[in-house]
């Protein structure tokens, strides 16, 4: 299930990718316990790095108990029913791991993206192929599809000139 609550560490903002290597045993989720994962949404683009310093968390916090033969398809599902307005076919899930240094400093490192209503190469990405470890959190970047995907009378209209000729212009509404 979703706990989801909300609050707001020194990072670099280095993004590398991560192959997924197939996973070993899986595993059995009525007899291990699950682990808390801290997952932090934002809508566009991933925190910048200064969200996570010194202890402090972007605001947008998601509690999840899940395991680590969890899938970033699974993740991206759970994500959409605390956040519907991410319900919408093609948006896009970014997701980034990020995880502490020995100093303090904390890192990202891109693991899988994932669409809304398609199947993608990154969907069965496991937890575990990406070497989430305790204490790590997942930073999610949500991308709202290309307006030219959208129906045609749900696009924002154009702003109209008014017809008083000093270039103002009406509200589309």
Not at 20 to 49: M, S, W, Y
Not at 145 to 154: I, T
């Amino acid at each position: 299930g979703i706990n989801a609550e909300y609050g707001t560490n020194n990072l670099s903002y280095r993004m590398t990718s991560v192959v997924a290597t197939p996973t070993a045993a899986p595993i059995d989720r009525e007899k291990t316990c699950p682990l808390l994962l801290r997952v932090f949404v934002n809508e566009g683009q991933h925190h910048l790095p200064d969200a996570y310093h010194r202890g402090r968390v972007p605001a947008t916090e998601l509690q999840i108990y899940t395991w680590k033969d969890a899938c970033l398809k699974e993740l991206t599902n759970l994500i959409k029913d605390v956040h519907p307005q991410a319900s919408s076919k093609g948006t896009m899930f970014n997701f980034a791991l990020v995880f502490p240094d020995k100093r303090g400093n904390y890192h990202f490192k891109e693991v899988g993206t994932t669409s809304v209503a398609h199947t993608g190469p990154d969907d069965r990405v496991t937890l575990q192929a990406v070497r989430l470890e305790i204490g790590d959190y997942m930073d999610v970047a949500i991308r709202s599809p290309p307006e030219e995907r959208l129906p045609r009378d749900s696009r924002r209209q154009p702003l109209r000139r008014s017809g008083d000729g000093r270039g103002f212009r009406s509200r589309p509404y």
